[in-house]
């Protein structure tokens, strides 16, 4: 069985529109993965107004809704150059999480417009039923991961860099890979979301370079990590690692970074932050045999230089695993489309805390 699923991606940076089709060789847990094309697009003019509306301002119902209705038709036009004439078995869109705060989370996007444009059945809301067993409706990605990434003696660590920092880490997959040894594998998957990651360095670019961000981590790589201010800043970060929950709206951590980087030098205090994000991390990825890096922080070299010299494992980045960093979401997405309509639950209770696991998804079908 085979079938080509695509997967579409905001994150919560609003830096893009991410898609990409995948081929499904196979059913349910069995299947298999491979990653063909990929197309980023910027949301332009949508960005402001969805950070807005993330950023809890008061926005008019009417205004909410023409958002969602012209972020269904950027999705439109991005799958269209996607696909280039090719019919997928379906289209899974994540929409952007605008509030996050179990129970309350909220995906924004009006889907029916995609549906009914490309002909094609769509998979939405995808943490609704997980929260509704009591999970945190986050992280989805692990099993998604566990498709992609896993091997089959190797202890692997997905580390992504995103707006926050979230991690899945994969036990030795093992063989032969019947049913019951799947089941024992898949009780063993473990992450969960860690730290701000990218909100924080992005907002200090912003703050300090009057840049959108610090491309490559260059102005970081210029400066050194200050003791004190390091320390201060991870002392933050770990303070939502402790949590032990799911990350979203309210944090972001923005304002008390930015009070603390105030004074220093701005290449010192962006070296000092990404160092605190490695120490955040670090103790997080233990034990693993190999890091497989992803998502936008991945281009940081400082950051990601950071995190290398806090463990002895050795770090790759998705890209050697056939899914491009900044699209491994997107690639995700697309797997958890296809475990939905094969009504597999996407979601671990193990890491979401959910009571039980549950089939997610909510389809339009043309």
Known sequence: MRRL?????????????????????????????????????????????????????????????DVARRLALLHVH????????????????????????????????????????????????LRAADLAAGGQGAPITPLADAILFADARERRAIVNLGGFCNVTLLPPRGEPHDDANRAAWLNQIDGGDVCSCNHVLDALARELLGAPYD?????????????????????LLAAQSAAGRSLGSGDELITAVIALARGHAPHDALASLCAAIADTIAPRVHPADRLIIA????????????????????????????????????????????????????????????????????????
Do not use: K, Y
């Open 78 to 125: 991005v799958l269209r150059e996607l696909l280039d004439g090719q019919s997928p078995a379906l289209i899974c869109v994540h929409g952007q999480t605008v509030f996050h705060q179990p129970p309350l989370s909220w995906q924004l996007l009006n889907p029916a417009p995609i549906a009914e444009a490309l002909a094609t059945p769509v998979v939405f809301d």
């Open 215 to 235: 491309a490559g981590g260059a102005a970081a790589a210029r400066g050194r990590a200050l003791p004190h201010l390091r320390s201060a800043c991870a002392a």
């Open 295 to 366: 998502g936008g922080g991945a281009r940081n070299r400082t950051l990601v230089d950071s995190i290398a010299a806090h463990t002895s494992t050795p770090v790759a980045v998705s890209d050697d695993f056939g899914v491009p960093l900044s699209h491994r979401e997107a690639v995700a997405m697309a797997v958890l489309g296809a475990l939905c309509q094969d009504r597999v639950p996407i979601t671990l209770p193990r890491i979401t805390r959910a009571t039980r696991p549950v089939v997610s998804g909510v389809w339009i079908v043309p």
């Open 5 to 65: 699923a695509v997967g579409c991606m905001t994150g919560t940076s609003l830096d893009a529109l991410d898609a990409a089709t995948v081929e499904i060789a196979g059913h349910s847990l069995s299947m298999r993965a491979a990653a063909r094309r990929f197309v980023s697009r910027p949301l332009g003019a949508l960005a402001p107004e969805l950070r807005q509306i993330a950023d809890q301002h008061p926005v008019a119902a009417r205004q909410v809704a």
